[in-house]
């Protein structure tokens, strides 16, 4: 491969990480070739962009994406898959649900909103991780709870006084 081509998987290397602000990296080595597009069609399927690439490449990518995490370079051994997604725990719950059927993908690390989570013993925590979109309906349920407490008791009120209304309205 031409310093050039190198050069080129960087930089896309680098906007991914930097578009998405949510990546793992994980081991899928010794899979067979029937395994890892079972896989690749099932990041399809939930949007999660999965990339293949040197671990030096990778590397250079970090640095030039401005992530300066030794934890996450210290990973960088034997082969590495990236997944990217806009859902921050969407490739987790992916992994959890492949190792259902075997061993791997193994999970060397995840990148998390400038958090860095190393080790396979960190799956269940990014798997329960909420998304934005989660945690954003979890803020707009809490704000809607009280203002509906409010309406229905101005409506039960409105009942009540109407109904008082009427009553007093039938004795006259």
Do not use: H, W
Request: contains cysteine; charged residues 25%.
């Amino acid at each position: 491969m031409r310093k050039e081509e190198k050069q080129e998987i960087v930089q896309a290397l680098a906007e991914q990480i930097k578009s998405y602000g949510n990546f793992y990296i994980t081991d899928t080595a010794d899979l067979s070739v029937e395994k890892i597009n079972g896989i690749r069609r099932k990041c399809f399927e939930q949007d999660i962009i999965i990339q293949v690439a040197k671990n030096s490449l990778i590397e250079k990518a970090l640095v030039e994406a401005g992530i300066d995490s030794e934890e996450l370079k210290s990973v960088l051994k034997g082969a590495s898959t990236l997944l990217f997604s806009e859902t921050s725990n969407a490739p987790a719950k992916l992994i959890k649900q492949l190792r259902k059927e075997g061993d791997k993908p193994v999970l060397k690390a995840a990148y998390i909103q400038e958090t860095a989570f190393v080790g396979d013993d960190q799956l269940n925590a990014l798997v329960n991780l909420k998304s934005k979109e989660e945690l954003v309906a979890d803020i707009i349920a809490a704000l809607q709870s009280p203002a509906k407490n409010v309406i229905s008791a101005l409506q039960s009120g409105g009942n009540t006084v109407s109904g008082l209304l009427k009553a007093l309205g039938d004795r006259g």
